[in-house]
């Protein structure tokens, strides 16, 4: 009988959902690593959002995204298509994530240093979910360098869990970081096959 190829057989297709704060890269990511054209929900921002969208450390930011934005790639080597799935960042749109996350294989939480607290709403969501995710640090020019292990500590992360730094502008980086969380996901999957079943992770408070 012959073998097929790891590349001959169909991908098969997962939802990842691209979280974080409010400017922390979620629409550079996905678009950067988009095999298609992106589809972005991004809206100027008015002075009707002053007061309403915090925006100290991103005052250069002028549009937001009011939905959500989708993008595809292809993980030949995991002989997966991921849809890329980016939630709004700020609180006044977190109805929506219910219906953005659900099936989705994992997350990614994007963090800037600048505003570290942003991600805590992200990941206590996800842990309540009990959906997989990592942290992926976004370095942006200009903001104060941290050891990932000093951002693993500041966001109460359980060991397990990945931090990475990343530049969501560039599309290698951003690539691995889909990878990271790929794998992070079947590890856990794994896990839980040959796990009983145990409590709750804890959340953040």
């Known amino acids: 009988m012959q073998v097929s190829k790891l590349s001959d057989q169909p991908l098969s297709q997962v939802k990842v959902v691209i979280a974080g704060g409010f400017g922390a890269g979620k629409t550079t990511l996905i678009g950067t690593t988009s095999e298609i054209e992106p589809i972005s929900t991004d809206e100027q921002l008015t ?6 969208d915090k925006i100290d450390g991103v005052e250069g930011k002028t549009t937001t995204t009011v939905a959500f934005d989708f993008g595809r790639i292809s993980l030949d080597s995991q002989n997966l298509a991921l ?26 939480v994007l963090a800037d240093t600048r505003r ?3 991600c805590f ?8 979910r009990d959906l997989p995710f990592i942290v ?8 104060d360098r941290y050891p990932l292990d000093w951002v693993r500590a500041a966001l109460r992360l ?15 980086s951003a690539r691995l970081v889909l990878i990271t969380l790929v794998k992070h996901a079947h590890v856990i999957a794994v896990r839980a096959r040959h796990s009983p079943p145990s409590a709750s992770r804890r959340q953040h408070v």
């Open 47 to 52: 002075t009707a959002a002053i007061g309403t």
């Open 136 to 143: 992926a640090v976004n370095l942006f020019e200009g903001a």
């Open 116 to 118: 570290l607290e942003d």
């Open 158 to 172: 359980e060991p397990e869990t990945p931090v990475v730094g990343c530049d969501a502008r560039d599309s290698r």
């Open 83 to 108: 849809y890329l799935f980016g939630t709004p960042g700020q609180e006044r749109y977190q109805f929506m994530w219910n219906d953005i996350v659900e099936g989705a294989l994992g997350a990614v």
């Open 121 to 128: 709403d992200s990941i206590n969501y996800f842990l309540r």
